[in-house]
């Protein structure tokens, strides 16, 4: 079959088109025939590789995925062969303390699809059976591939983690990604009210049509005297970071007293100064917040089913172009998601 491989860790060149075997479902798996998959900014860090993590052998990139039953192995009995499923890319063991307790993306074996196990930029994937979940009716095949990673962990960030309010105010740096266009999305399904940055106009446009109530452009505007004009000098509840060092002191700016901060991801990388101070006396409270647990993927699923609610796609391109297509997604020159169509 054809998959979207790396041999080794770097720059975009070392991502290759090849043939690579078909995989078999091992006992509690089954195979998909994978029709779209969704790209994330994880990876970019799996191509880039992690110092210490070296690669063994051939790897195939890609998280998200919608496709068909194709293959089921021993002692499968929530899908059958034919159904239409989506994948949700976190992998936890099943039996240990926090899985037992629901709490999946706390499990300390905790993987995802695509970084610990063979991923779903290919013809065909092997995935854990449980972790299937039937593709929303109202979803067009390339939405519904790329809505797991980003849609389920925005949800854990603003519903389980930071449980925002109707009528409280969101911060959301950097929109435009996947996880902070779904966090606007979801912000407003709460009846939040909802700030966005970006250093594009075009962008803020786009969120603004998506029901974002105010939009800062941080190449012109000084975010946090934006942030104070908007609330009256108050501050908001909620910030909202996808983003990491470049975003972290401007949320501590950004907060109300006793506000929260909660980040998913550190796209600018993973070292900040924290004022300390700020934390105690304004007693802030910071959340970190991965992926998510079952419980929160099938609450997702729910709410954006019932709300008929549609990730924001950005382009879809043929699996021979997912160098493009990944070079498109590290520029940053999206609004919303980037799908492969790996076939109709
Ligand atoms: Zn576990």
């Known amino acids: 079959m054809k998959a979207a491989v790396i041999h080794e860790n770097g720059e975009l060149d070392v991502v290759r088109i090849e043939d690579v075997p078909d995989p ?9 025939k994978v029709t779209c998959a969704g790209l994330n900014h994880l990876d970019i860090w799996v191509r880039k590789g992690r110092p210490g993590a070296a690669l063994s052998g051939t790897h ?20 059958k062969v034919g159904d239409e499923v989506i994948v949700n890319p976190g992998l936890s063991c099943g039996h240990c303390e926090f ?10 074996s905790f993987g995802i699809m695509g970084l610990s196990r063979p991923g779903t930029f290919a013809e065909r994937v092997a995935v854990p059976a449980r972790n299937l979940w039937p593709k ?4 067009a095949l390339d939405e519904a591939g790329t809505l797991s990673l980003a849609s389920v962990t925005a949800w854990r960030m603003l519903m389980t983690r930071a449980q925002v309010k109707p009528g409280e105010t969101v911060l959301i740096h950097g929109i435009g990604g996947g996880a902070a266009l779904c966090a606007l999305q979801f912000a407003k399904l709460v009846g939040a009210e909802v700030i966005v940055t970006s250093s594009s106009d075009d962008k803020l446009a786009g969120a603004q ?7 800062i452009n941080y190449r012109h505007q000084d975010v946090v005297e934006c942030v104070k004009e908007i609330t009256g000098g108050r501050g908001v509840d909620v910030a909202v970071d996808s983003v990491g060092a470049a975003t972290w002191p401007l949320d501590f ?15 600018t990388g993973p070292d900040a100064e924290t004022s300390l101070r700020a934390l105690y006396w304004n007693q802030l ?9 079952d419980e929160d993927f099938r609450q997702m699923l729910r709410a954006v089913a019932v709300n008929r609610l549609r990730p924001v796609l950005d382009e879809v391109f043929p699996l021979d172009e997912a160098r493009q297509a990944m070079a498109k997604m590290e520029a940053g020159r999206q609004f919303g998601k980037i799908a492969l169509r790996i076939s109709s």
């Open 24 to 32: 078999k479902p091992g006992r509690g798996e089954a195979v998909l």
């Open 60 to 79: 195939v990139l890609g998280s998200d995925a919608v496709g068909v039953v194709d293959e089921l192995g021993e002692r499968v009995e929530n899908v």
């Open 285 to 293: 409270t910071i959340l970190g917040s991965t992926m998510g647990s």
């Open 136 to 139: 929303p009716a109202h979803l």
């Open 253 to 267: 700016a950004c907060v109300r007293r006793a506000g929260r901060i909660v980040l998913c991801g550190v796209t």
């Open 99 to 108: 899985c037992a307790r629901g709490q999946q993306s706390e499990c300390p």
């Open 209 to 215: 049509r998506l029901g974002a109530d105010h939009a």
